[in-house]
T-cell receptor, first 112, second 113 residues
Framework: EADIYQTPRYLVIGTGKKITLECSQT?????MYWYQQDPGMELHLIHY???????EKGDLSSESTVSRIRTEHFPLTLESARPSHTSQYLC???????????FGSGTRLTVV | EDQVTQSPEALRLQEGESSSLNCSYT??????LFWYRQDPGKGPEFLFT???AGEEKEKERLKATLTKKESFLHITAPKPEDSATYLC??????????????FGRGTSLIVHP
């Protein structure tokens, strides 16, 4: 049973809209991450956080923002959606930076 | 810059036909190597972490091994339910305090009954 939850699972939205992808975990993990994944391609890091009120940018961070007000919650916001944002977005968490991640089931975003 | 190359890109096996998946890496000091399994439409599921050359980990029909240049995921007598994409990721000391791993593109495994 999943301990990290992402909503929505699927989203179709128009260009220029502001959207927030939700991610929550019940494991008490300090470390949380957002990745983007396209079919057959590597996971690319968007943002990460090592604790409350601490966020860092990854390689693909320029068009999105995150917040970490509570340990269990790490939402990702796209201020103005574009067709190039069409992708699978994966949230993950870990109890230690040396450990493997627990991933959510992802949000499949389509921008039309 | 850390690099991870997985091969083959796709692999088709008959049930019971053992094989191996390869993960070759180039890093400035390996901190850890991770294997994940990903089913279609789902997030990756963590399988193993290997930290040093010579280390081995096993789980059911899967066995992961590590050398200084590559890791192998051996699948013994696979079953159709082993069909998935297997991802490799490496974490290096060059990433500094971030510990952020670099992922490969994965190997898509299909096991036919």
């Amino acid at each position: 049973e999943a301990d990290i939850y992402q909503t929505p699972r699927y989203l179709v939205i128009g260009t220029g809209k502001k959207i927030t992808l939700e991610c929550s975990q019940t494991m008490g993990h300090d470390k949380m991450y957002w990745y983007q994944q396209d079919p057959g391609m590597e996971l690319h890091l968007i943002h990460y956080s090592y604790g409350v009120n601490s966020t860092e940018k990854g390689d693909l961070s320029s068009e999105s923002t995150v917040s970490r007000i509570r340990t269990e919650h790490f939402p990702l916001t796209l201020e103005s959606a574009r067709p190039s944002h069409t992708s699978q977005y994966l949230c993950a968490s870990s109890s230690d930076r040396n450990y493997g991640y627990t991933f959510g089931s992802g949000t499949r975003l389509t921008v039309v | 810059e850390d690099q991870v190359t997985q091969s083959p890109e796709a692999l088709r096996l008959q049930e019971g036909e053992s094989s191996s998946l390869n993960c070759s890496y180039t890093v400035s000091g390996l901190r850890g190597l991770f294997w994940y399994r990903q089913d279609p439409g789902k997030g990756p599921e963590f399988l193993f972490t290997l930290y040093s050359a010579g280390e081995e980990k096993e789980k059911e029909r899967l066995k992961a091994t590590l050398t200084k240049k590559e890791s192998f995921l051996h699948i013994t007598a696979p079953k159709p339910e082993d069909s998935a994409t297997y991802l490799c990721a490496v974490q290096s000391y060059a990433s500094g305090g971030s510990y952020i791993p670099t992922f490969g593109r994965g190997t898509s495994l299909i096991v036919h009954p």
